[in-house]
């Protein structure tokens, strides 16, 4: 047998020797904060962006500035990709252009194909009115016209 100093001992203490203590507040106040970050950021986006009212209004008379300003292209790309594959950009005037100037008049909630989409109404400079199906597709995009 040797003797001597050892490094280490036979028995090492035990670690934790103290009774466990219990954070439940931290637990609450983490989950919490994160709640009210996540609240804030939904609050946020509405306030830089919009309601989806709000971008369909203002993607709706874009579109019709471009179509009066015979600027196909920038109305073209304000299209869904569903419009974008049935249309050419030449064609998009004669579908989409009443009696210009056109007008917007209202918007609301509707339901296309199960799908939650944006309802604008245009009153064209004749008197007739046209109802613009706005879609969220990585943005605002026009994806349909009837007439009223």
Avoid: N
């Avoid at 040797?2 to 934790?16: E, K, M, R, V």
Wanted: hydrophobic share 40%.
């Amino acid at each position: 047998m040797t003797t001597g100093p050892f490094l280490y001992d036979d028995d090492p203490a035990p670690l934790h020797t103290g009774t466990p203590r219990r954070r439940h507040g931290l637990l609450l106040a983490l989950f919490a904060g994160t709640v009210l970050v996540a609240l804030g950021m939904v609050a946020a986006l509405y306030l830089v962006r919009g309601t989806p009212g709000e971008q369909a209004r203002e993607v709706v008379g874009v579109f019709l500035a471009a179509l009066e300003q015979d600027d196909t292209e920038t109305a073209y790309g304000l299209l869904c990709e569903v419009e974008r594959a049935r249309l050419a950009p030449d064609e998009v005037a004669g579908e989409y252009e009443g009696a210009a100037p056109g007008e917007i008049v209202g918007t609301e909630k509707a339901e296309v194909d199960g799908g939650a989409v944006q309802a604008v109404r245009v009153r064209w400079d004749d008197g007739a009115e046209s109802e613009f199906v706005v879609l969220s597709e990585s943005g605002p995009h026009v994806c349909g016209t009837s007439q009223g």
